[in-house]
T-cell receptor
Framework: GNSVTQMEGPVTLSEEAFLTINCTYTATGYPSLFWYVQYPGEGLQLLLKATKADDKGSNKGFEATYRKETTSFHLEKGSVQVSDSAVYFCALTRNTGNQFYFGTGTSLTVIP | GAGVSQTPSNKVTEKGKYVELRCDPISGHTALYWYRQSLGQGPEFLIYFQGTGAADDSGLPNDRFFAVRPEGSVSTLKIQRTERGDSAVYLC??????????????FGPGTRLTVT
């Protein structure tokens, strides 16, 4: 089957710290991988994506590399800001384009 | 342009009642999805429409849940004989070209359903 496993939170970091949120997946075929972010009081927004092995998605200083050999798509940021406080969801979709499979989400709080 | 909109934003109903949740996708998006998000969990897929037809309804939990999209735009999720376990945030998403690899889904703000 298809599934996503994320590291559990909550995660609390000081401003300018390095962030890693682990994500591994199980999928049939060759999925596309996504990170979505949900800021407090807002809906889900796409943060970045990668559609094939070894692709790197990046946005707003966040990066994630599609690693087929380890079935992983870990999210990283070199220096977090208070404004990065949100819940982060890893997700996959098979390239037939229908449903997304989401992880359980990781809550990040960045303190000044 | 306008994003995905959902109404109502909050709905409180009594156990056993019928509810309808509405989704208005981004104009021109042919694909529409419903998900359910329980507290502390990621969204779980319910149903996917391509145009007017339900292409995949494998996520609907039972026959109390039904969704329609009669004109290929607005969709309504209908829940009969609501139960307390149906309480969750119901999310709608739309996509322009779901058959293209890596096609993004755009999410609405959700409807928070509370069954008392």
């Amino acid at each position: 089957g298809n599934s996503v496993t994320q590291m559990e939170g909550p995660v609390t970091l000081s401003e300018e710290a390095f962030l890693t949120i682990n994500c591994t997946y199980t999928a049939t075929g060759y999925p596309s991988l996504f990170w979505y972010v949900q800021y407090p009081g807002e809906g889900l927004q796409l943060l970045l994506k990668a559609t094939k092995a070894d692709d790197k998605g990046s946005n707003k200083g966040f990066e994630a590399t599609y690693r087929k050999e380890t079935t992983s798509f870990h999210l990283e940021k070199g220096s977090v800001q208070v404004s990065d406080s949100a819940v982060y969801f890893c997700a996959l979709t098979r390239n037939t384009g229908n449903q997304f499979y989401f992880g359980t989400g990781t809550s990040l709080t960045v303190i000044p | 342009g306008a994003g995905v909109s959902q109404t109502p934003s909050n709905k409180v109903t009594e156990k056993g009642k019928y509810v309808e949740l509405r989704c208005d996708p981004i104009s021109g998006h042919t694909a529409l999805y419903w998900y359910r998000q329980s507290l502390g969990q990621g969204p779980e897929f319910l149903i996917y429409f391509q145009g007017t037809g339900a292409a995949d309804d494998s996520g609907l939990p039972n026959d109390r849940f039904f969704a329609v999209r009669p004109e290929g735009s607005v969709s309504t999720l209908k829940i009969q004989r609501t139960e307390r376990g149906d309480s969750a945030v119901y999310l709608c998403a739309s996509s322009l070209n779901p058959l293209a690899g890596g096609s993004e889904q755009y999410f609405g703000p959700g409807t928070r359903l509370t069954v008392t």
